[in-house]
């Protein structure tokens, strides 16, 4: 906002105020005091920058948008963990205390929420991870390892991990704060069920449907951080706390939202500049950026969409045969579901 004031444009204007009856050239007495005065005010400027981000809050407001939060009881969300579960063997009568670590090849540590006892066949068990983050939702077994060796378990492995979800972002802090001013939460309104559902850690959207179901009956559908539909120990908290809050003689509904998987395949030309390999790992990223662009926003995934995030990938020089979901067409998406990358196959 004040890019154009400088030291120096500061110290020409105070010089040139001093008129011609003072030595005002370079050396001067007045021109050595000028100089430093001129960069303290110039840094009164610079601070000045902040008081647009204190009064006028947006994403890039940092730590004021918590402060702005704050002024309506809106906190950041601090993100969830992650849980998996585990099917132990080894020795029969051996236990596998609560707390054992078991590791990913990337490094990503879990540790068992309660002792197990082995009977010697597959036992079952619940692992947790050791951070908050959507990077701990990792895939079935890849736990590999062990922080530990650990006598009497011979073997391990883990289910898929769910529910760990990444600190609030600024933007999605900022969105419920201006939700919140630009569209009135009373009474349990539409809006309150949406505003509830949003309060809770895990919840990346909320769609609400009154009346779904006759009269007095609500639904509230789910996505978690990442617009892909919400963890069932995110829709648990989130129906807990709805029911703690909204009007008597209710009736709610809270579900996750339902999967659409997006099946893309095509044939690439490729120019030379990147193998196969990395055009297909970055078309899947920008398959997933524009997925969640979609979720509850828009009705329809667009084909040619699809075809222009393929041939902007570095390396692809054309295409053919592209089809989504079998077909070569728009995909329709429908009120409670939420698109997700299925299957993309590039030849």
């Not at 099917?87 to 707390?99: D, F, K, S």
């Not at 802090?173 to 809770?200: C, D, F, K, M």
């Not at 769609?207 to 779904?212: A, D, K, M, Q, T």
């Not at 295409?319 to 998406?333: D, E, H, K, Q, Y």
Request: hydrophobic share 45%; net charge negative; with cysteine.
């Amino acid at each position: 906002m004040f890019e154009d004031i400088t030291p120096e444009s500061i110290k020409a204007a105070i010089l040139a105020e001093a008129g011609e009856s003072l030595e005002t050239r370079e050396g001067s007495f007045l021109d050595a005091m000028a100089g430093p005065a001129a960069l303290e005010i110039w840094k009164v400027y610079q601070a000045m920058n902040a008081v647009v981000s204190i009064a006028f809050v947006d994403e890039s407001s940092g730590g004021y948008l918590d402060l702005e939060g704050a002024k309506y009881g809106i906190t950041r969300k601090p993100g969830a963990r992650a849980r998996c579960a585990m099917t132990l063997t080894g020795t029969a009568g051996a236990t596998v205390p609560a707390g054992t670590v078991f590791v990913s090849p990337g490094g990503l540590e879990f540790a068992l929420t309660e002792a197990v006892v082995l009977t010697g066949g597959g036992d079952a068990g619940t692992a947790e991870a050791a951070e908050v983050g959507s990077a701990y939702n990792v895939e079935a077994g890849e736990l590999s390892q062990m922080a530990a060796t650990l006598p009497g378990l011979s073997s391990w492995t883990n289910g898929p991990a769910a529910g760990g979800t990444d600190p609030e972002s600024d933007g999605a802090l900022y969105g419920r704060i201006h939700a919140y001013l630009s569209r009135p939460a009373t009474s349990g309104n539409a809006y309150h069920y949406e505003q509830w559902a949003l309060e809770v850690a895990g919840v990346g959207a909320a769609r609400v449907f009154p009346l779904w179901n006759g009269a007095g009956t609500v639904k509230v559908v789910l996505v978690d951080g990442g617009m892909e539909p919400a963890s069932a120990e995110t829709v648990a908290a989130v129906q807990a706390h709805i029911e703690a809050e909204r009007p008597i003689g209710a009736t709610v509904t809270v579900a996750a939202a339902a999967p659409l998987s997006i099946n893309v395949t095509a044939a690439v030309t490729l120019d030379g500049s990147a193998p196969l390999s990395q055009v297909k790992t970055e078309f899947e990223a920008a398959l997933d950026a524009y997925l969640m662009e979609l979720a509850f926003s828009a009705s329809t995934l667009r084909y040619n969409q699809v075809a222009y995030l393929l041939l902007s990938i570095p390396g692809v020089s054309d295409f053919t045969a592209l089809t989504i979901n079998g077909g070569t067409g728009n995909v329709s998406i429908g009120d409670e579901q939420a698109p997700v990358k299925g299957t993309v196959t590039l030849t």
